[in-house]
């Protein structure tokens, strides 16, 4: 399967938050072509600020695995994640993570680029203009 194929479940995810009214983020974690964790952004419905898509899709990973390391995994998300987010991938060590849209405010690049693992590989801009329209559709529509 490709990372289109697991960035467009990240999607879905990302579809299900906005409809219930969260920033629209979705992440999966794969390992072995097999998704072991999913997450959306449930910080209003949990009022948790740490509840962010891919913090949540790491913790299902993890207890899934039973074990806090994701070495042989892959994090799809479908916007670049922030500062704490990076944080939680450094220390499950991931060893890649595909990023959908860039998050040119809050995302972890701008701020602390070399937050990541060393061994982590990254993969930018995979269905990037799916994630951002259906960010930049969420945002008009809490401006109207």
């Given at each position: 399967?490709?990372?289109?194929?697991?960035?467009?479940?990240a999607?879905?995810?990302?579809?299900e938050?906005?409809?219930?009214g969260?920033?629209?983020v979705g992440?999966v974690?794969?390992?072995?072509n097999?998704?072991?964790?999913?997450g959306r952004n449930?910080?209003?419905?949990?009022?948790d600020v740490t509840?962010h898509?891919?913090?949540l899709?790491i913790?299902?990973?993890?207890?899934?695995l039973?074990?806090k390391?994701?070495?042989?995994?892959?994090?799809?998300?479908?916007?670049?994640?922030c500062?704490?987010?990076?944080?939680?991938?450094?220390?499950a060590q991931l060893?890649?993570?595909?990023?959908?849209?860039?998050d040119?405010?809050r995302?972890?690049?701008?701020?602390?680029p070399s937050?990541?693992?060393?061994k982590?590989?990254?993969?930018?801009?995979v269905?990037?203009d799916?994630?951002?329209a259906?960010?930049?559709?969420?945002?008009?529509?809490l401006r109207?």
């Amino acid at each position: 399967m490709s990372d289109d194929y697991f960035m467009g479940i990240a999607l879905e995810l990302a579809t299900e938050a906005a409809d219930d009214g969260e920033i629209p983020v979705g992440a999966v974690v794969v390992c072995r072509n097999r998704i072991i964790g999913k997450g959306r952004n449930q910080t209003e419905h949990l009022n948790d600020v740490t509840a962010h898509a891919e913090m949540l899709a790491i913790t299902a990973a993890t207890q899934y695995l039973g074990g806090k390391y994701l070495t042989d995994c892959t994090l799809y998300v479908t916007l670049e994640p922030c500062v704490m987010c990076a944080g939680a991938i450094f220390w499950a060590q991931l060893s890649r993570l595909v990023i959908g849209a860039d998050d040119a405010k809050r995302g972890y690049r701008r701020v602390e680029p070399s937050i990541l693992h060393p061994k982590t590989r990254i993969e930018t801009g995979v269905l990037a203009d799916e994630s951002q329209a259906l960010l930049a559709s969420f945002f008009q529509r809490l401006r109207t």
